[in-house]
């Protein structure tokens, strides 16, 4: 269905009683045909950090947790956020016998949405660790070219070495727009990246050039990974983002060349 049918920025009214038909579905592939060719787009995760989980157990005193949704990036669809939101809302007064029947209730009714295997992990609410990003930080670089939307033109090797190498690289400075009701998304992207050696401050003027994008965050992941893998052309690269909190909501997508690449999955500071 297009997002445009969808509740995503609109006024609403939120359940109150468990309604799994309120899962908006978004198909992947319109937003994949300029790169599905491009080896991983298909593979990696994509998780979600649910901050606003509760139920009621069978005395009908309430539950709470932190959740981590993993998608996985070959689904037929990814689900709209605020439909998200209004499910996981519309759990808040159904009684539940165990945490289990709770889990196993969420993976089924997310499952039919992506038309692909969900899984469920719920966490204390202080079980959570923020962890710290390893690699090289590339904010500080000056790039000697800035634009504002994406442009893969921006992107180029270190001509001084020529060498192989493998690196870890993020930056902070990840921002795009939603594409429906233009607020803007934050997020730290972490690239690693086995190839030829890569110039930093190319790399860092093509993660600024998505400031005014509007794209959903699965889909900015996919073209960053996209743009890298075509025109750099490493070896093996990893594309994540760890997008900051919006509506209880945390997104964080992850693309891999090579399956072996996949990272655990982490929570910054800033979400």
Known sequence: MSVEHSLLGKDTNYPTT?????????????????YAHVEGIQQGKDWWHVFEISWLNLSGV??????RITLPASSLNLIESKSLKLYFNSLNFAKF???????????KDLSKAAEAEIKL???????????????ICIDDLTPSRLENHP???LLALDDSNDDDVE?????HLLRSNCP????????????RYHGKKPCYESILAYIISYRQHNGFHEQ???????????????????????????????????????LSWMPRPIRLARQ
């Open 97 to 107: 016998e165990s945490k289990d029947a709770f889990i196993a209730t969420v993976e």
């Open 220 to 258: 900015c992941v996919e073209q960053i990974f996209a743009d890298i893998w075509q025109n750099l052309k490493p070896q093996n690269l990893m594309v994540y983002a760890t997008y900051t909190r919006r509506g209880g909501l945390d997104i964080n997508p992850c693309r891999v060349s090579d």
């Open 18 to 34: 468990y309604q799994p038909d309120v899962l908006f579905p978004i198909s992947r592939a319109p937003a994949r045909e300029t």
């Open 180 to 191: 429906v009701t233009g607020q803007p998304d934050w997020g730290t992207v972490f690239i």
């Open 62 to 67: 309430p539950q709470v947790a932190i959740g």
């Open 121 to 135: 992990d719920l966490f204390h609410v202080d079980e959570l660790e923020i962890a710290k990003p390893e690699g």
């Open 167 to 171: 690196i870890n690289l993020y930056s």
């Open 151 to 153: 442009d893969a033109s």
